[in-house]
Every structure is written in C-alpha cells, then in structure tokens.
C-alpha cells in the first residue's frame, strides 16, 4: 500500500542549505517555479533545514497504478519524471551519511511527478504525495496523527504528518486529493490509491465519468461508503431550499471542528472569491488540526455562546480555534485557514469523518448532552454549599445562564479509561479502581466524550469540571431524538450519575460518589 | 462495529449499587429542553438524507 513510498533510488542528489542556497532559483530551475513544491521549501526553511535530497525513483505501487490508469485515458501519456525529495534539518557531508539520521531529522518529504501529454497539452510537475512534520508549539493541534513510513536513499524514516496530496488534472482532481488526503489516515480504510476511488466514482456516476471534471456530492459519500468510513455531511445550497437559515444555525465550523478534535478530519466545498472566481467553480480542501489560542477575546465578548435553538446553548470549545488547520492543493500543504475566514454565504458543503462506528455527528452529541447536565442543576445546587468546584460548575451550569464549556471527542473505551484511571485532581485525587472495572466491564467499546468545562479553567489550565458520557451507537430516532438510551453517565465534581430508571418521560439516577473533587486534564488525542 | 440498541446506564447503575451499597443514592429529574435539542439534532439529520439529492461538483 505504500510501495510508492518505499521505492528505491536510482540517483541521489545532496544540496546543502547555507546562506547562498536560494529556494526561489532551485525550484524556477529544477521544477519550473512550481508553487505547491516552492510551499515544500517554504515549510522546511521554517524548520530550519539544512540539507535536501533529491532522489530520482522508480514508479512503484500506486504512482506505477495511476501511469497504467493516466495511459487508458490517455494514450500518449508518459511519465518524465518521478523525484522524491526530503528536508532534513541536521547537516551531512554526503548521502552515505543518511543511514545514520533519525526520524527527528526528517522534517518532511514530497514525491513529485512530471506528467507528459501531448495530447492534451500537459507536460507539468504536480507533488504525487507529501507529508511534513506539524510546528512544535503545543497550540498547534493535530488529534490523532500517525507516522507515515518513507524511504531515503535506502534508509526507512517515520515521519508523524497528514499527506497532501495534489490534483494533475488528468486522473485526479482536487475533490480526488481531498478525499484521498483523509483516508489515508483512517485506521480502517487505510491508504487508497485513486484507481480504487474512480472505480466507485465511476460506479455511482450518472453518464460518463471523467475524473479529471471532479467528483460529486454522491460520488464522495459513495467512496467514504466503500471504504467503511462513516460520516455526517451538508449540502447548504441543497438544504437552504427548505431551511433557509441552515448556515446560521448549522455553521460548517462545528462540523469541521468536530471531525478535527476526533481525529477523523473534514472537507470544506466552497465556491472561489476573487475578482477571476467563476461563480461555478467549488474548491474542496481537507482539514485535519486546528490552533489553540488561550487569550482569544471571542468567548470574553459574549459572542461565542451557541443557541441550540429556543434560547437553549452553550459556549463551544471551538471558540479558542482561531485557524483550521489543512492541505489545500492548489498552494501546498500544512496551511492555517483562519476559522472564520470562509464566510458562511462561500461554504456550501462541510464533511465531518466520524470514528469508527459512531452514528452522529459531535455538534449532535455537545446538544444531547445539554438537556442532561443542566436538568441536574437543582440537585447539583443541593450538592454545592459544601463543595467548592461543584458549586463553580453549577453556576456556569445554570439554567439560566448555560455558559458551561463544551467539547465531544469520540474515543476508544479503553483509551478514556485508561486517562480516568490514571489522572489526578487539582488536589491529587485519583478514581477509584473498582469503579473504572466497573465503567470497564460495561461501557461500549466507543464513546462520545463530551467535555465540560468553565472560563478561565478551560483556556488557561486546559482542565475540565466534568464529562457527560454518551453512547455514539445509537442510531438516531426521528420521534425520539433525545433518547435516555444515548445518555451513559454524567460526571461533575465529587459525583457520578448513571439513569436506573424511566416512568414515562422522568428518569431516576443513581448518584455515587467520585474521587475526583476538583478538575482534571482534558483529553488530549 | 456493529451498533447496539442497548440502554446501558441502568445496568452500570446496578452495578455501582452492589458496589456503593448505602452510599448510592437516586434522585428523579425532570429533563428539560428536550423539544429543543431534537429540533437541532433532527435538522443535522435531515440536512444529511438531503444531502444524497446534492448536485455540487467539485473540481
């Protein structure tokens, strides 16, 4: 599956990076001012690097699958060239020193490729694949990311990055590199290379494909379908026709955000602005992290509070995000998209990637939650003169003021109860150990996070007052939608929840204690 | 992954019962703001079937 990535060298070529190396002649004479390859020079002068290999390779695995899928479009196509080439920021004297660098050394890599056509008139360099390392500030978030194996001069380096992957307008557009981008980190799906993706675009197409005019809507729910990936997505333009304020109360963000703090990713389709835009011209990028600003003004300035609807909200977690963080092939990879720079009239289609078999989307989840943890108020109240931290958290928590921070993370039963087991509070309190055997033995194997936190402790310790747990494998019910099925236990300071009982629309809780009387750390993919 | 029907609450509920003993406790709670929530929730949902009758192409 990545035998692209691990294709042997014919040549290798060593430059080192002193203060007379220029990136703007070696790209303008190597690769023809390409600019996305010009990104990949930019990225590694912002690490620092020292040396670049360049390598000639063979076309192996997947770029040797799309020459024999470019050659049945085309018949004159011919690959000219196939360069691999990696960033390194620790100086060497030659390529037989390679062997003898670490994975720390790598800062990032890009396959690129030269296609010919005459007839056609293409003869142009696109990067088949590249991956670079995230910055190292703690505030640049990418949950759940992987190590991509790749091959230098005969060397295997794992390298942690989101592939970026661009279109060559042939077998591949930018909706192609996008879906490809994410799947590629997906646990179950693994890599895919774009024959297998044309081959369920072509299957759910109506007419002729062609996949160098893009993918549509139901061609991309149809790949995420094949390769088992579930998903919740809207079409704005499509639904606006019966709710014409979808935008404003379904905004993209949180579907993107929640995707993101997953570690599942999302696609933004959005239509291009500028004065040479074609207004029937959609763009789609993939995202996969997002910034973390701790002094961010948004949520101080009451701006940020999020109405579910009748006056019933929330403040999102995703009000510290200034950026998104994402690939956008056109320009390169690893770029921040400033949350609220696509405004909402341009987004007309969002993705969030769910986990595993999760069946609704984050925003859903953070709303579920709402109902639980602010119904308990009174009894919460009763809790609160004796404690402290209860008490702050009940007041955030108040129905009449509902400014409790939320954030839904999907993650593995074992992973939560491994954190659970192992964190301490503000005051050195662990859990017990009888009570995560408990959660252990009986908790599904997945589960909806959803994070609860207060100002000032959320931004500036990262810390959270409670969790309201839910069960992602519910499948939504139309005339039920707030299910007591969903709702697996409420934790808050001092205490746990857990529904015992329903008599008609009433439910009794069995409350027990908790060892955890103060806060403790978010979750951190 | 398959999914599952089940509601699981009530017998981790049980389950801390036998552990906590007297210490459990139960209280009835009214549960507030349900028809909004499933206003918003059943939107996503909608938005989601509908979005199978998409005609947007991306290129």
Not at chain 1, 12 to 17: L, Y
Not at chain 1, 97 to 120: F, Q, T
Not at chain 1, 272 to 287: E, M, N, S, Y
């Amino acid at each position: 599956m990545d035998a692209h990535r691990r294709a042997a060298s014919t040549s290798v070529d060593v430059v080192p990076i002193g203060s007379a190396f220029s990136c703007f002649d070696y790209v303008q004479d190597h690769f023809d001012r390409h600019n996305a390859i010009h990104r990949c020079f930019s990225l590694g002068r912002s690490f620092d690097m020292r040396m670049v290999t360049i390598e000639d390779i063979a076309a192996q695995g997947f770029v040797e699958e799309e020459n024999v899928e470019i050659k049945a479009y085309y018949p004159d196509h011919q690959m000219t060239g196939l360069k691999r080439l990696a960033f390194w920021r620790k100086p060497f004297a030659s390529a037989a020193a390679i062997p003898e660098l670490g994975n720390d050394d790598l800062i990032g890599y890009a396959i690129a490729k030269k296609d010919h056509v005459p007839s056609c008139g293409t003869h142009r360099w696109h990067i088949y694949e590249a991956g670079f390392r995230k910055y190292p500030h703690p505030h640049n978030c990418v949950p759940g990311l992987k190590s991509i194996t790749v091959r230098v001069s005969g060397k295997e380096f794992d390298l942690p990055a989101v592939v970026y992957c661009q279109q060559n307008g042939l077998n591949k557009a930018c909706a192609h590199v996008a879906v490809r981008s994410l799947l590629s980190r997906h646990v179950k799906a693994g890599d895919v290379s774009y024959r297998r993706i044309n081959e369920i675009a072509a299957k759910s197409c109506q007419g002729t494909y062609s996949p160098k005019d893009g993918l549509d809507v139901p061609q991309i729910r149809a790949i995420f379908r094949e390769t088992n990936i579930a998903f919740r997505d809207i079409d704005y333009v499509e639904e606006e026709k019966t709710d014409k304020a979808i935008r404003d109360t379904h905004p993209f963000q949180k579907f993107l955000y929640s995707g993101i703090e997953s570690g599942c990713g999302g696609l933004l389709g959005f239509r291009l602005a500028g004065p040479k835009a074609q207004l029937d011209r959609k763009h789609i990028i993939p995202f996969f992290g997002h910034t973390f600003n701790k002094d961010t003004w948004v949520p101080d300035a009451d701006i940020a509070y999020f109405n579910v609807g009748g006056g019933v909200g929330y403040i999102p977690s995703e009000s510290w995000t200034s950026s998104f963080l994402g690939h956008d092939d056109n320009f390169g990879p690893n770029f921040c998209v400033p949350r609220l720079y696509v405004r909402p009239e341009q987004a007309d289609y969002v993705v969030e990637l769910l986990k595993d078999a999760v069946q609704y989307s984050g925003a859903h989840a953070e709303a579920v939650a709402i109902p639980f943890l602010y119904s308990l108020y009174p009894t919460l109240a009763s809790f609160a003169p004796k404690e402290k931290w209860l008490r702050r958290m009940a007041t955030w928590a108040h129905p009449k003021m509902q400014k409790a921070i939320l954030r839904a993370v999907a993650i593995a039963r074992d992973e939560y109860l491994r954190d659970l087991a192992s964190v301490r509070d503000w005051d050195g309190h662990g859990e017990r150990a009888d009570v995560v055997e408990v959660l252990q033995k009986l908790l599904p194997e997945i589960l909806w996070v959803v994070e609860v936190s207060i100002p000032q402790l959320f931004p500036a310790n990262e810390r959270k007052v409670g969790d309201v747990i839910l069960n992602p494998l519910i499948t939504f019910d139309e005339n039920n939608p707030v299910d007591f099925k969903l709702l697996l236990l409420v934790r808050v300071p001092g205490h746990y929840f857990f529904v015992e009982s329903v008599a008609g629309d009433t439910p009794t809780f069995v409350h027990i204690p908790s060892q955890f009387t103060s806060h403790i750390p978010l979750l951190k993919a | 992954m398959a999914t599952t029907q089940a509601f699981t609450s009530p017998e981790i509920a049980k389950e801390m019962v036998k552990l906590f003993g007297a210490e459990a406790k139960t209280v009835t709670v009214e549960i507030k703001y349900r028809r909004e929530v499933g206003e918003f929730v059943r939107k996503i949902e909608k938005a989601h079937r509908d979005a199978e009758k998409s005609t947007l192409v991306f290129r």
